[in-house]
């Protein structure tokens, strides 16, 4: 054979041998690339773990949460609880304990689904952030440019003001102490009515002073259906089953305010945000529900946070002690209608509420998602309200309150202990979160019964820092 077609039969079959080598690598890299890309997704949709030393906290003292809860679990003031706490960025701790029902023993698994009640509001909260980013609606907008209703709404004035609150305080009922070691007495509260609590006391109407915002109703500086105002009892009004945002909320101006717009902090616990609710749904087009689960559940991988539970998810949920709770204690609601209770309606896990914590710490992104500006979770968690929290039986000294979130001022003054900058906020049911910015520190705990526990949980996890 000649020199020349020796080397072109060599070099055929070098080419084959490449071509070869070229797809048999492609198909790994196709393979593993499948398999990266599985890894990677898993990865960048969770929070990573780590021990408590690598970012400056202490295992050993906050094993001391152990034995605290334990301590509650066998007093019976909670059955179980499910808490977690993350710092600059990992999970450091996440452990469930007790009982999901005490009538099955059956043990709290760590992605127990919790009733969160109020806990929905900063997550509205969240909701109007995002759309104050996008430019179509701002803390300053009158509530009349979207829902016409509110523009002519009134004040209400009691004659007699007998609480600076403007809360009616219902009477403690006498309990009995009969065959009880209990050393807890029943409080007497005052009340408006000194005979009949169903009597309206005498009341004067009058006019705004200026339009009531947007800024407002984050704020609970609104004076809309505050808890036991006289605005809500002089129109009772209630949501019924076929309801939606559309068709409540402006039927809601029809209730006076309880106070001027801005002269107060009082707590609406349902009322204020529907209002919010419906406004978002008018400048998204969407449903309210809709546009959380798209521009907040989705991103932030917040997979086992419902509206309303699966049917087939139901037995993650612990039992809800609730003195008026039917059947199985499952359900709680503010009104009649399910899709109206947005301020305080859905169910979520520790797991997807760290999520949510840690987007904020992280200045509104988190798992490569930019959810709000930096600037924007700023103004959610700086003190919106002067003094005015911080007079309200709610809050206290040293306690502020931006839009939906509680913050602490001064930590020697506030009753929480909590390092300055701290904002929180909780639910009925018993579920609490709260984030120390300057410590990147995040804490949700999950329990269906409220108690001090929190608080005490608190000054551990602050006793854990190292630096």
Not at 178 to 207: F, G, H, M
Not at 320 to 338: C, Q
Not at 403 to 427: F, H, P, V
Request: glycine share 10%; proline share 5%.
């Amino acid at each position: 054979m000649k020199q020349p077609e020796m080397k072109q039969i060599i070099n055929s079959i070098t080419v084959m041998l490449l071509v070869g080598c070229f797809h048999a690598v492609k198909a790994d890299e196709t393979k593993l690339g499948s398999s990266i890309g599985k890894i990677s997704n898993t990865a960048i949709n969770e929070l990573s773990h780590g021990n408590p030393e690598e970012v400056g906290m202490s295992s050993e003292v906050l094993k001391k949460i152990d034995g605290l809860v334990q301590q509650y679990i066998d007093a019976g003031r909670i059955e179980g609880a499910v808490i977690g706490i993350i710092r600059q960025s990992k999970v450091i701790y996440l452990e469930a304990h007790g009982v999901l029902e005490g009538k099955t023993s059956k043990p709290m698994p760590e992605d127990s689904i919790f009733i969160m009640a109020s806990s929905t509001k900063p997550v509205i909260g969240l909701a109007t952030m995002i759309l104050f980013d996008d430019g179509l609606i701002s803390p300053d907008d009158p509530v009349s440019k979207y829902i016409p209703e509110y523009k002519d709404v009134q004040v209400v004035i009691p004659t007699k003001l007998v609480d600076k609150d403007v809360k009616v305080k219902s009477q403690a009922k006498k309990k009995s102490v009969k065959n009880s070691t209990s050393k807890t007495k029943a409080k007497s509260k005052k009340d408006w009515y000194s005979k009949n609590k169903r009597e309206i006391p005498e009341y004067r109407l009058e006019k705004i002073n200026r339009p009531l915002t947007i800024h407002d109703l984050l704020t609970h500086t609104a004076g809309l259906g505050t808890k036991g105002g006289l605005g809500s009892l002089i129109v009772k009004d209630r949501a019924t089953p076929e309801d939606t945002l559309a068709t409540w909320v402006p039927r809601m101006a029809a209730r006076p305010l309880d106070f001027q717009p801005g002269t107060r902090w009082a707590y609406s616990s349902g009322s204020g945000l529907k209002v919010v609710g419906r406004i978002i749904e008018i400048a998204s087009g969407m449903s309210l529900h809709e546009f959380i689960q798209s521009r907040i559940l989705d991103p932030l991988n917040m997979k086992d946070t419902y509206w309303d539970v699966p049917e087939d998810q139901l037995y993650r949920m612990p039992y809800k002690f609730h003195s008026k709770a039917k059947g199985n204690g499952r359900v709680i609601g503010e009104d009649l209608s399910t899709y109206v209770s947005n301020s305080g309606g859905l169910f979520s896990t520790a797991r997807d509420y760290l999520h949510f914590q840690q987007m904020l710490v992280n200045g509104g992104s988190l798992f490569g998602h930019q959810i709000l500006k930096s600037e924007t979770v700023a103004m959610m968690t700086t003190n919106q309200v002067g003094n005015l929290f911080s007079q309200a039986a709610k809050g206290g000294p040293g306690q502020g309150y931006g839009y939906t979130t509680a913050i602490t001022l001064d930590q020697k003054k506030s009753r929480n202990g909590q390092i300055e900058g701290t904002y929180s906020w909780g639910g009925a049911a018993g579920t609490v979160s709260w984030t120390t910015p300057s410590k990147k520190l995040s804490v949700v705990y999950m329990v269906q019964k409220p108690s001090d526990l929190p608080r005490k949980i608190g000054a551990i996890v602050r006793e854990a820092i190292i630096d």
